[in-house]
């Protein structure tokens, strides 16, 4: 099984998410606002966006050496994202990927970004043929576990073109209910920390309420970031539950997320038009579908917001 994963790609960071400006890659491979499109506004970004440069290429990482397929990668960005060259070869060469850049402007308002982001996705996903099948809005922030496209072949054979096949979404949380970008990771904020024990009763049973559309997991508490063994030992801990694949309606959202939603192109096209509607044309998209979810419990996708430390073993790749 071959996908076509959409990346959506716009660097946005606290005192940046508002501006109106364009966002161009300097040589050192971070990212600025841009005035007039040439020169660089280096103090309203501090060297805390290092991690912008890792946030993508760890996706794609993840991607490469998790799958046990080859898919066509595709990052698009808004048409006032520039990438910096060498940096767009340099991924290329070492990853295999496309980048796919918006070439319709459009309203710069910041309460239409969503839908500027929206929009770019559809036009990359009309360069794909109808019969082959599209990864939708696979978060750059997002590491895929190992084995995740296996089980969603899995899925798909057993079952049929007309639905729509998701990967669990599993994002970390504290005893206090603060989301997982807020990184309260390491010693400091042992007392934050979930106390019950990694087990599949917890994930599927109390950890769960604690989410939306997804599962959780515990931080660490002897370092303030992941090794990819943490989401591995999580995967095999939920995965020891043996539970069936789950099913809601597109546009429910309980257990599948509108993000990284699999099908072939042509089921989404149906509803891509929603993609150019103003307000949340994301949800107003997963609403209009008009099929089913398959909730693949053993696909996982973690949201980490870059606090991992990936490891280089690769799983088994078939063509």
């Not at 940046?16 to 050192?28: A, C, E, R, T, Y």
């Not at 084995?147 to 949380?173: G, L, M, N, Q």
Request: glycine share 2%.
């Amino acid at each position: 099984m071959k996908l076509n994963i959409i990346i959506p790609f716009r660097p946005t960071k606290s005192g940046v998410k508002n501006d109106q400006l364009p966002v161009l890659q300097g040589s050192d491979y971070l990212w600025r606002l841009a005035r007039n499109h040439s020169d660089f506004d280096v103090n309203n970004w501090k060297s805390d966006n290092v991690p912008f440069k890792t946030f993508l290429e760890n996706c794609i990482k993840a991607i490469r050496k998790n799958s046990v397929y080859h898919h066509n990668i595709i990052i698009a960005s808004e048409p006032d994202v520039f990438f910096n060259e060498k940096f767009k070869q340099e991924i290329n060469d070492k990853y295999d990927v496309n980048f796919f850049a918006s070439p319709t402007q459009r309203t710069p308002k910041y309460e239409y970004r969503n839908l500027t982001i929206c929009s770019t996705m559809k036009e990359a996903m009309d360069t794909v043929p109808d019969e082959e099948m599209i990864c939708y809005a696979y978060n750059a922030d997002l590491i895929c576990g190992k084995h995740w496209d296996k089980y969603i072949k899995e899925a798909y054979d057993t079952s049929k073109d007309s639905v729509v096949y998701v990967p669990i979404w599993i994002e970390p949380r504290t005893n206090v209910f603060i989301h997982a970008s807020q990184m309260l990771l390491s010693k400091e904020y042992e007392m934050h920390q979930i106390k019950d024990p990694l087990t599949a009763e917890n994930i599927w049973g109390p950890w769960q309420k604690r989410v939306c559309h997804s599962l959780t997991m515990k931080y660490p508490v002897d370092r303030d970031y992941m090794i990819e063994k943490d989401l591995d030992d999580w995967s095999t801990v939920c995965n020891s539950a043996n539970k069936t694949n789950l099913v809601e309606p597109c546009g429910k959202r309980h257990w599948g997320y509108y993000c990284c939603m699999i099908a072939k192109n042509k089921l989404f096209k149906k509803a891509s038009d929603t993609l150019l509607v103003p307000g949340a044309p994301d949800v107003l998209f997963d609403n209009n579908l008009k099929t089913d979810k398959i909730i693949v419990v053993k696909s996982h996708v973690f949201h980490l917001h870059n606090k991992i430390r990936l490891d280089d073993i690769e799983v088994k790749h078939e063509s």
